[in-house]
């Protein structure tokens, strides 16, 4: 499985991004896709997550209401709508996958992952 991540950039504070996550190879219905994030100095922390199969989804608290996760199955990708963007959003996001019936928040349990694209909000 292989995972590509874009869709990063500048942004001012209160504005929008959206992050893409081109999947290929072995991809099951039983997948869970998730994005995380890493701030420079700090450990990296989930943000959301589907399941592949029905849609469910799932948010940190900090995400709720301004993030949105979704995917395109004709695609495989999965994107994170990012709105009302804050300067503590500023990190560089990543997005992984794993087999499981339920998405998993620590980030060890996510068996695949893509390179990070570095989302920068500004004051």
């Known amino acids: 499985v292989q995972l590509q991540a874009s869709g990063g950039g500048l942004v001012q504070a209160g504005g929008s991004l959206r992050l893409s996550c081109a999947a290929s190879?072995?991809?099951?219905?039983?997948?869970?896709m998730g994005w995380f994030r890493q701030a420079p100095g700090k450990e990296r922390e989930f943000v959301a997550a589907?399941?592949?199969?029905?849609?469910?989804?799932y948010y940190t608290d900090s995400a709720k209401g301004r993030f949105t996760i979704s995917r395109d199955n004709a695609k495989i990708t999965v994107y994170l709508q990012m709105n009302s963007l804050k300067p503590e959003d500023t990190a560089v996001y990543y997005c992984?996958?794993?087999?499981?019936?339920?998405?998993?928040?620590?980030?060890?349990?996510?068996?695949?992952w893509g390179q990070g694209t570095q989302v920068t909000v500004s004051s």
């Open positions: 992984a996958a794993v087999r499981a019936a339920e998405a998993p928040r620590p980030p060890p349990r996510y068996d695949y």
């Open positions: 589907i399941t592949w199969s029905d849609g469910k989804t």
């Open positions: 190879g072995r991809i099951y219905s039983s997948f869970v």
